[in-house]
């Protein structure tokens, strides 16, 4: 093997390894509250669980977790309230949200979009990546946090997207926390 060969198998190699570790690299978790935030804007479902998809409009990484949303919410036999929470940072433009993803969200059945002027309903949760998903109790008692791909921008069975169908179905098997894979929701430098 000639020495350019052994650089070039050795950079694909580096490549790929990297590319690998960021897929699988969780991002910043949720300091969400244990119990319902009293001055959000969302309406709680009492007499069932309510399920908050925070999300960045331009994140590449929530068209997979979209893609989850919509399986999870087929597979629910007792559908929760569902949003999905779009975040509108301070000073961008009025279309900054007019993308493809905030389309696909409007598409899931049964699933309300947010525009969130400012990340106000984004700091109430306590979200930092791009699709954080949290799951309330009827009574308001946070029952999952975590994401809903089992890697970055990766759809497919996951333990986030079952954890919220075993806990919305009134089945075993769920986890309370997963990790979330995508970017993150506010730039903080």
Not at 110 to 130: I, L, M, N, P, W
Request: net charge neutral; with cysteine; aromatic share 8%.
């Amino acid at each position: 093997m000639t020495a350019f060969g052994v650089v070039w198998l050795a950079s694909v190699t580096a490549g790929l390894a990297w590319l690998a570790a960021y897929d699988n690299a969780p991002g910043t978790p949720a300091h969400a509250p244990a119990s319902w935030p009293a001055p959000s804007h969302l309406a709680r479902d009492t007499a069932g669980p309510t399920l908050v998809l925070l999300a960045h409009p331009r994140c590449v990484c929530t068209r997979a977790t979209l893609g989850e949303l919509a399986e999870l919410m087929v597979r629910a036999r007792a559908k929760p309230k569902a949003y999905v929470v779009f975040i509108k940072p301070a000073g961008t433009s009025s279309t900054f949200d007019d993308t493809d993803l905030w389309r696909i969200a409007q598409g899931i059945p049964g699933v309300t979009v947010v525009r969130d002027d400012d990340g106000q309903e984004t700091e109430r949760f306590g979200a930092e990546t791009s699709g954080q998903a949290l799951l309330y109790d009827a009574g308001g008692r946070l029952i999952f946090g975590g994401g809903i791909t089992g890697s970055r921008g990766h759809p497919g069975d996951n333990l986030g997207r079952a954890s919220i169908l075993a806990l919305v179905n009134r089945e075993a098997g769920s986890r309370p926390v997963t990790s979330v894979f995508g970017c993150p929701l506010f730039n903080r430098q």
